[in-house]
């Protein structure tokens, strides 16, 4: 497992899909995209088509996922020679903290890591990457409060299980933990 992380706009997504198409050429595994974005604004629009454009002019041939939720019901479909990149875990714990009747404790904090783990499982190489909004004052917000605490322990988790993380500053990805080859 790789965890990518970095600020907005920091090239996150394009650092971790050229490490998912190398990993794909040197396991001739199949590349599979987990989008957890939704199209809910002219903004995020423009985002999701921007990954596309960028995705459909790699010359690989990804296999895109739309799984806004429950990511876990996905692991049956893939096999231990794919490589999985999740596009963003920030974005995965928005649409579970607010789907309707939702409340944030530590059944979501489990719910998202056992999808983490079941995808883990059934898959060669996992990449997941999220946003750096940690480092941002904490507001007087409950939720902004509680997304971020929620946030830093799916981070802390992610990271104590991966293989390795990067972050991701200007598009200069900088190793955080593990080895390169």
């Known amino acids: ?4 992380t970095g600020g907005v706009r920091s090239g996150k997504s394009n650092f971790a899909e050229k490490i998912a198409t190398e990993k ?3 396991s001739n595994g199949k590349l599979n995209y987990i989008a957890t ?3 809910s604004d002219l903004e995020m629009e423009r985002r999701i ?3 596309e454009r960028d995705r459909q002019h790699s010359n690989q041939f990804w296999k895109t996922w739309e799984q806004p939720r429950n ?4 692991a049956e479909n893939f096999t231990a020679s794919d490589i999985l990149l999740l596009d ?3 974005t995965l714990l928005n649409n579970e903290l607010f789907y309707p009747d939702t409340h ?3 059944r979501l904090i489990d719910s998202i890591i056992d999808g983490i783990g079941q995808l883990r499982e059934n898959c060669h190489t996992l990449i997941i990457v999220s946003n750096e909004i940690l480092n941002e004052p904490i507001q007087d917000n409950e939720l902004v409060l509680t997304y971020k605490k929620t946030l830093g322990i799916l981070h802390q988790y992610i990271v104590s299980t991966a293989n390795q993380a990067f972050l991701v500053e200007s598009g200069v990805p900088i190793l955080m933990k593990g080895v390169t080859k």
């Open 24 to 26: 794909s050429i040197a």
């Open 88 to 90: 963003c875990l920030t």
């Open 37 to 39: 974005g939704l199209r």
């Open 49 to 51: 088509e921007k990954h």
């Open 1 to 4: 497992m790789i965890f990518i």
């Open 104 to 106: 944030p404790d530590d």
């Open 71 to 74: 990511i876990g019901k996905l």
